[in-house]
């Protein structure tokens, strides 16, 4: 297990209350501590969070919004030098509060 995979594992205990007292800013925490260190490893995993700087995203145009996010089209330069087009959404108040953030994220994986 590489250090990415046990900072991961470290966040799904804490948004799931396993060990450890449940705490989902505490998870959200090492979730983004494992994918700043995974982000230039080839140890890419699907159910990893990913950290994309922001350089990586041509021509951002706004789509859509709901009542909780808004949601732009933009043009990806991936880790294999390709481009995708993906969708961005912005959940509201997600710099604050981590729960809908991450609710969103599990929501859209399932
Ligand atoms: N993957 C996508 N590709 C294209 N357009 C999208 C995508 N996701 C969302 N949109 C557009 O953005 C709008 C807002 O997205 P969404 O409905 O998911 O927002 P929400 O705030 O999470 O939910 P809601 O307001 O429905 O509770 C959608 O109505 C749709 O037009």
Known sequence: M?????????GEFYRNGIVVEKNIDI???????SAITEQNTTDEKAEFFHWIPYDKFENI????KGAFSTVF??????????????????????????????????????
Request: net charge neutral; proline share 2%; no cysteine.
């Open 73 to 110: 089209k933009t043009n990806y330069l991936n880790r294999y030098g390709s481009h995708e087009n993906v969708a961005i959404k912005i959940v509201k108040g997600s710099n604050k509060n981590k729960e809908p953030f991450l609710k969103e994220v599990f929501f859209l994986n399932n």
């Open 2 to 10: 590489g250090h990415a995979d046990g900072m991961h594992e470290v």
């Open 27 to 33: 998870a959200f925490e090492w979730y983004l501590k």
């Open 61 to 64: 145009e706004e789509i859509g």
